[in-house]
T-cell receptor
Framework: EDKVVQSPLSLVVHEGDTVTLNCSYEVTNFRSLLWYKQEKKAPTFLFMLTSSGIEKKSGRLSSILDKKELFSILNITATQTGDSAVYLCAALSTGYALNFGKGTSLLVTP | NAGVTQTPKFQVLKTGQSMTLQCAQD?????MYWYRQDPGMGLRLIYY???????DKGEVPNGYNVSRLNKREFSLRLESAAPSQTSVYFCASSDSGGYYEQYFGPGTRLTVT
């Protein structure tokens, strides 16, 4: 059975801290790993990772995929209160299905 | 571009009633999807349409039907609503081929009493 597991489930940090969110996956016919940010509305796309070891970066956010160990991490440096959200990891397999993890709820306090 | 739009935004149904959730996208995407999101369960795929004229079941299809009306529109129908179908429903679309991100609509919050 395909599964995607995120850890931790929730996290509280102070503004300025660096956080690392984890995502492990076991998916048949894996194609790519996606990260989304959800702030009480629709998930918004952050990154898609298809190759191992190649870091994707956007501002203070970065992500990397390890296809041998079947995991990905999402790093956020110098966190801001606007980073507070649920971060969703999803593995894309053949048949177009996105298998989502349950998400990591991040709260950044001032 | 409006992206992915959904109607209605909120709906309350009584058990046994039927309704159709509408979704449209203006990004010329081939593939469209319906998900439900429940607390502690993450997003789960109900049905998807890889291209116009095709539909396939996802992880949780029971109690739902879909129609891919044309390339732009993909509707989700609840024939006889049950309290277990209380959820937030998201429609999404993507280019086809399995290597493209999915773009989500704003969601429909459905309550079945």
């Amino acid at each position: 059975e395909d599964k995607v597991v995120q850890s931790p489930l929730s996290l509280v940090v102070h503004e300025g801290d660096t956080v690392t969110l984890n995502c492990s996956y076991e998916v048949t016919n894996f194609r790519s790993l996606l990260w989304y940010k959800q702030e009480k509305k629709a998930p918004t796309f952050l990154f898609m990772l298809t190759s191992s070891g190649i870091e994707k970066k956007s501002g203070r956010l970065s992500s990397i995929l390890d296809k041998k160990e079947l995991f990905s991490i999402l790093n956020i440096t110098a966190t801001q209160t606007g980073d507070s959200a649920v971060y969703l990891c999803a593995a894309l397999s053949t048949g177009y299905a996105l298998n989502f993890g349950k998400g990591t709820s991040l709260l950044v306090t001032p | 571009n409006a992206g992915v739009t959904q109607t209605p935004k909120f709906q309350v149904l009584k058990t046994g009633q039927s309704m159709t959730l509408q979704c449209a996208q203006d990004m010329n995407h081939n593939s469209m999807y319906w998900y439900r999101q429940d607390p502690g369960m993450g997003l789960r795929l109900i049905y998807y349409s890889a291209s116009e004229g095709t539909t396939d079941k996802g992880e949780v299809p029971n109690g739902y039907n879909v129609s891919r009306l044309n390339k732009r529109e993909f509707s989700l129908r609840l024939e006889s609503a049950a309290p277990s179908q209380t959820s937030v429903y998201f429609c999404a679309s993507s280019d086809s081929g399995g290597y493209y991100e999915q773009y989500f609509g704003p969601g429909t919050r459905l309550t079945v009493t």
